[in-house]
């Protein structure tokens, strides 16, 4: 799944506009940095054990052999990162967390999710 020299690997919806433009911004902070990161589109979902429709719906990362996803991904990328750092300190914090947490898996990845069905034709599917 990851290749040597990645601290931690990323995989996203790359056919989502949104997803892919947020991405493509850490990868390109993350390059101008020297910082270890790997990318994998949602078509490589087979090689981290999930479907193509299950990596769509959320974004993970594996970071030291663990498979996170949602908000804890996001974390795990922010920490890494210049200018993002304390993004993954506040939406860490015990009172924003569970928070951000339910923004997340209630409305920002059903809302862009809902679009990647309507998107493949598939919008009857949720």
């Known amino acids: 799944m990851g290749r040597m020299g990645d601290d931690i690997r990323v995989l996203y919806n790359d056919t989502c506009p949104v997803c892919r ?4 911004s850490y ?6 940095h020297g910082i270890a990161m790997g990318f994998d589109p949602v078509a490589k979902a087979a090689d981290w054990g999930l479907t193509q429709d299950a990596a769509a719906q959320r974004l993970h990362v594996v970071l030291d052999g663990e498979l996170l996803s949602g908000m804890a991904a996001f974390r795990a990328i922010w920490a890494r990162l210049p200018r993002w750092r304390w993004a993954a300190m506040v939406t860490g914090w015990p009172v924003v967390r569970p928070v951000m947490d339910f923004v997340y898996d209630r409305i920002a990845a059903p809302v862009l999710y809902r679009a990647h069905l309507r998107r493949q034709g598939r919008q009857g599917e949720i």
């Open 21 to 24: 433009f947020e991405i493509d």
């Open 27 to 32: 990868r390109r902070l993350a390059e101008s």
